[in-house]
């Protein structure tokens, strides 16, 4: 029973402002945005570290990390993010970045572990559509874990 009720979770996603941006306007609408289309969603707040975002992250049990960054930091902070997942023995997290992001960054951050970018004005349905490919791949293989596990 308690496997059913785990495999009808949705997917929990954790939206969190690393570094000393203070501005959360874009990563509210983010988080209710996927809360509105059925997502498990963890806000942060502002000026989060990263130490503090990955062990929320492990506690909360999420199979995705959103960051907002508008600070223009968006490289150094994402790579941290990936590699202390990694660290922490949970590299199969997917981190996503949003913010202001030049173009010609996007690249750089998909480079540093980020496994999607949504630069200021993506569509909100896009970026629905692209966090549940991300999480569904997760939830997939955790439930083939699952099933491995018990038999």
């Excluded at 660290?87 to 572990?113: C, E, H, N």
């Amino acid at each position: 029973m308690a496997q059913e009720a785990s495999r009808a979770r949705p997917a929990r996603v954790l939206v969190a402002k690393p570094g000393l941006d203070g501005h959360d306007r874009g990563a509210k609408i983010v988080a209710r945005t996927l809360r509105d289309a059925g997502f498990e969603v963890i806000y942060t707040g502002i000026r989060q570290r990263i130490e503090d975002i990955v062990s929320i992250a492990l506690q909360e049990d999420v199979a995705l990390v959103g960051l907002s960054i508008l600070s223009g930091a968006h490289i150094a902070l994402t790579t941290r993010t990936v590699e202390a997942l990694k660290a922490a023995d949970a590299g199969d997290i997917a981190v996503v970045v949003g913010g202001t992001i030049p173009q010609a960054d996007v690249p750089k951050l998909l480079s540093a572990g980020a496994a999607a970018v949504f630069p200021t004005g993506t569509p909100l349905d896009v970026l629905v559509q692209e966090v549940r490919k991300l999480t569904s791949k997760r939830v997939t293989d955790l439930r083939a874990g699952e099933v491995g596990a018990g038999e």
